[in-house]
C-alpha cells in the first residue's frame, strides 16, 4: 500500500514539509497584523495557550488518523468511523476554498521580491501588485498568481518526492533570510519600541482576540484543512508522532514570533502604524522599507522569504486536493494536480478582481449581503467557520467514536516507545479542546 502512494525519505523531510505547510502567509502576514490590531502582548499569550492547549493536540491527532489509515482525509475519516466521511469532506472544502485566494497572497509576495530585487528605486508596490493600475492592469496580480500557481504546479506533480526536495532547500533558505531582516530590523534607532508593543502593550485588548487567537493558530498550525491528515498518511510507522507534532508546531510558532521581531521593530522605528489591520506586510512595511538604509535589499529577502513561506504552504493545499482525487476518484496525479492548478487559477479570479478598487462586476464591498468583498468572504467563511467547525468535529470523532485508546495504540506503534501523556491528551481531545472551540464559534455569531 506504501508503495504506490509514495512516502517520506527521512524523518527531516517529513519535518520540513509539515513545518513548510504551517509556516505560511499566516504567520508573516497574518499574525502580525492579527497581533497588532488586538493589541500585542494579551493576544500573544492567548495565542500561545491555544498553540500548546489545543494546536499541538488536535495536529497530532491528524497526523495520527493520517498515518493509521495511510490515506486521504475523505477516505481516512472513512475508516475510522463509517459515518465520519463528512468530516473529510469539511476537510477537503477548506483548503479548496483557501486555495481560491492563498495564491493571490503568494503572487503579490513574488511580485513585490521581484520588483525589489529588479530595482532599486522604490516602485509604488500597491498600486503595481494589489490593486493593478499598472503593469496589465488590472489583470497584474491575476497573472502573478498564474505565475506562482504554476510553480506549485511544478512541485506537485512529483508528489511527496517533490516536496520534500522542495520543502528541504527552501525552508532553510526562509530561515536565513527572516534572520537577515531581523538583524537590520533591530539594528535600526528606536527598535526597541517594537518589543515593548509585542511583550508589554496591554492597551487595546478587546474579548474578541479569543476567537481571533483560536482561529489564526488553527490556520497556522494548517489544521482542520486535511494537510496534516495528509501529509501523516505518507509517514512510515517507526516516526514518533507526539516529538514531530511538538517539533513541527514549534518550528510554526518560532516563526510567526521571529516574523514579529522582523516586522514590529522597524515599524515602530519609522514610525508606521502597527495596527492598521490587513495592510501591515504589504502596505506599510514597503514604507517602511522605503524610508531606512538599506531597505531595498531588506524588502528584497522579506518578500522572498513570504515567497518561500506561501508556495509551501501551497503545494501542502494543493496536495490536500490531490491526494483525494487520486485515492478516491483513481485519478492520475499528473492529470489531478494539473487540473486543480488550473481550477484554483480561474477561481482566483473573482477574488482578485473583487480588491480592485472599482470597475468590474466583482469588486465591491458587499458580497452576498456579508458586507465585505469576496476575497474577505472567503476567507472568513474558511479561517472563521469551516476551520474551527472541521477542527471541532475531528476531536468529536476521534475522542467519542474512534476512541482515544485506538489512536493511542496507532502512536504507540513506533516500536519501543509509550506516549506518557496519553491521559492528558486523551481528556483535551474528548473534553477540552471541543468546549473551546464550540465556545469560539459560537463567539462568531454572538457579540461579546
Ligand atoms: N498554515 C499556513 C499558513 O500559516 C496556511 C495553510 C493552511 C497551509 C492549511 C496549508 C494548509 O499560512
Redesign the pocket.
Known amino acids: 500500500m506504501e508503495s504506490n502512494r509514495g512516502s517520506w525519505k527521512s524523518s527531516a523531510g517529513f519535518i520540513l514539509a509539515a513545518a513548510g505547510?504551517?509556516?505560511?502567509?499566516?504567520?508573516l502576514w497574518?499574525f502580525p497584523y492579527v497581533l497588532g490590531s488586538n493589541g500585542g502582548f494579551w493576544f500573544l499569550i492567548i495565542y500561545l495557550v491555544f498553540a500548546v492547549l489545543l494546536g499541538v493536540p488536535v495536529m497530532l491527532g491528524e497526523l495520527t488518523i493520517g498515518r493509521y489509515t495511510q490515506l486521504s482525509p475523505i477516505d481516512a475519516y472513512g475508516k475510522i468511523h463509517k459515518r465520519a466521511r463528512f468530516v473529510g469532506i469539511l476537510a477537503i472544502l477548506?483548503?479548496f476554498l483557501?486555495m481560491t485566494y492563498?495564491g493571490i497572497v503568494g503572487g503579490w509576495a513574488l511580485n513585490y521580491a521581484f520588483s525589489y530585487l529588479s530595482s532599486a528605486s522604490s516602485v509604488d508596490f500597491i498600486e503595481l501588485a494589489i490593486l493593478g493600475t499598472h503593469g496589465f492592469g488590472i489583470w497584474h496580480p491575476v497573472i502573478w498568481n498564474i505565475l506562482f500557481m504554476a510553480i506549485c504546479w511544478a512541485i506537485c506533480i512529483f508528489g511527496v518526492k517533490g516536496i520534500e526536495k522542495a520543502s528541504k532547500v527552501m525552508m532553510p533558505a526562509l530561515l536565513i533570510l527572516m534572520l537577515l531582516v531581523i538583524v537590520r530590523s533591530v539594528t535600526l534607532p528606536g527598535a526597541v519600541e517594537g518589543f515593548k508593543f509585542m511583550f508589554a502593550n496591554t492597551e487595546g485588548f478587546s474579548f474578541s482576540a479569543i476567537p481571533a487567537a483560536l482561529g489564526q493558530v488553527f490556520?497556522?498550525?494548517?489544521l482542520a484543512?486535511g494537510?496534516m491528515i495528509t501529509y501523516g498518511s505518507y509517514l512510515k510507522k517507526d516516526e514518533n508522532l507526539p516529538k514531530n507534532t511538538v517539533v513541527i508546531a514549534g518550528l510554526?510558532t518560532g516563526v510567526a514570533l521571529l516574523a514579529g521581531f522582523a516586522i514590529f521593530p522597524a515599524v515602530f522605528a519609522m514610525g508606521g502604524n502597527p495596527g492598521q489591520g490587513a495592510g501591515l506586510a504589504f502596505v506599510t512595511l514597503p514604507e517602511v522599507f522605503d524610508a531606512m538604509p538599506l531597505g531595498a535589499m531588506c524588502g528584497a529577502a522579506f518578500f522572498l522569504l513570504v515567497f518561500f513561506?506561501?508556495l509551501t504552504?501551497?503545494i501542502?493545499?494543493v496536495e490536500?486536493c490531490a491526494a483525494f482525487t487520486i485515492d478516491t476518484w483513481k485519478w492520475n496525479r499528473k492529470l489531478s494536480v494539473t487540473l486543480l492548478c488550473i481550477l484554483f487559477c480561474i477561481l482566483a479570479i473573482p477574488n482578485s478582481l473583487s480588491l480592485v478598487a472599482e470597475g468590474t462586476i466583482f469588486s465591491g464591498e458587499n458580497f452576498l449581503g456579508t458586507g465585505m468583498p469576496i476575497f474577505d468572504a472567503v476567507d472568513f467563511f474558511a479561517n472563521n467557520i469551516l476551520l474551527p467547525l472541521g477542527g471541532l468535529m475531528m476531536c468529536i470523532i476521534v475522542g467519542w467514536f474512534w476512541k482515544p485508546e485506538n489512536a493511542v495504540s496507532e502512536i504507540e506503534r513506533t516500536p519501543g516507545y509509550t506516549f506518557k501523556l496519553k491521559v492528558v491528551w486523551s481528556w483535551i481531545i474528548k473534553l477540552v479542546a471541543p468546549i473551546l472551540i464550540l465556545f469560539v464559534l459560537i463567539t462568531q455569531f454572538v457579540e461579546l
Open positions: 505547510s504551517a509556516v505560511g502567509v499566516g504567520n497574518r477548506a483548503p483557501i492563498y490556520f497556522s498550525l494548517s484543512m494537510a510554526d513561506a506561501a504552504s501551497a501542502s493545499l490536500a
